[in-house]
């Protein structure tokens, strides 16, 4: 079985530029979580998908940051404008359930490096 | 504070030596508990997840205190490949996940 993918694997772009990031989750899973690192800092939830509902975006840091999951399947996080803060390692992760014991499962991450 | 400490580490330790790390938590209504690993440059992996009655895979041993807070982990008979950084992981509200920022273990022949 598949694992959670996340698209693409690295990104370096400029202050003020567009990024659009994206997961897919395992197949059949209906919640989807966004997660991410900064430089020197822990793993921070960002938000929370359940099929294509925002169940908690509570760690969405400022209105540059859109999710979105139209279909329930992938989910996309665009970043616009992005800032050099941003840079990072953003992780998804997914869970079929999203009971409090469930597994999430990572996916490898992207490397976001804003310049 | 954060919502996680943990002693970042390294704990350098050789093979076949059995090793303890703690975390404490801040958030009281946090209902699960996990332990994740990490690999350099890798995605978290579940290591186990820390039940109340504490509870034993293998060669590793979890244990909570909910009055305290207080999580451990320990890895008894420690291998080359246990090397990494371990993750205490605490729920949040909607069962987010709420990272430490990791104890990392270096275990040499």
């Known amino acids: 079985e598949a694992g959670v993918t996340q698209f693409p694997s690295h990104s370096v772009i400029e202050k003020g530029q567009t990024v659009t990031l994206r997961c897919d989750p395992i197949?059949?899973?209906?919640?989807l979580y966004w997660y991410r690192r900064v430089m020197g800092k822990e793993i921070k939830f960002l938000l929370h998908?359940?099929?294509?509902?925002?169940?908690?975006e509570s760690g969405m840091p400022n209105n540059r940051f859109l999710a979105e999951r139209t279909g329930g399947t992938y989910s996309t996080l665009k970043v616009q404008p992005a800032e050099l803060e941003d840079s990072g390692v953003y992780f998804c992760?997914?869970?079929?359930?999203?009971?409090?014991?469930?597994?999430?499962?990572f996916g490898p991450g992207t490397r976001l490096l804003v310049l | 504070r954060k919502e996680v400490e943990q002693d970042p580490g390294p704990f350098n330790v050789p093979e076949g030596a059995t090793v303890a790390f703690n975390c404490t938590y801040s958030?009281?209504?946090?209902?699960?508990f996990f332990w994740y690993r990490q690999d350099c440059r890798k995605e978290p992996k579940l290591l186990m997840s820390?039940?109340?009655s504490g509870n034993e895979d293998g060669r590793f041993t979890a244990q909570l205190n909910r009055a305290s807070q207080y999580i451990s982990l320990l890895i008894r008979d420690s291998k080359l490949s246990d090397s990494a950084t371990y993750l205490c992981?605490?729920?949040?509200?909607?069962?987010?996940?709420?990272f430490g920022a990791g104890t990392r273990l270096a275990v040499h022949p």
């Open positions: 992760a997914s869970s079929q359930d999203g009971q409090k014991w469930e597994t999430q499962y």
């Open positions: 197949s059949g899973h209906d919640n």
């Open positions: 998908f359940v099929k294509e509902s925002k169940q908690d």
């Open positions: 958030n009281s209504a946090s209902q699960s």
């Open positions: 820390v039940y109340s």
């Open positions: 992981v605490p729920s949040g509200g909607y069962n987010k996940l709420i």
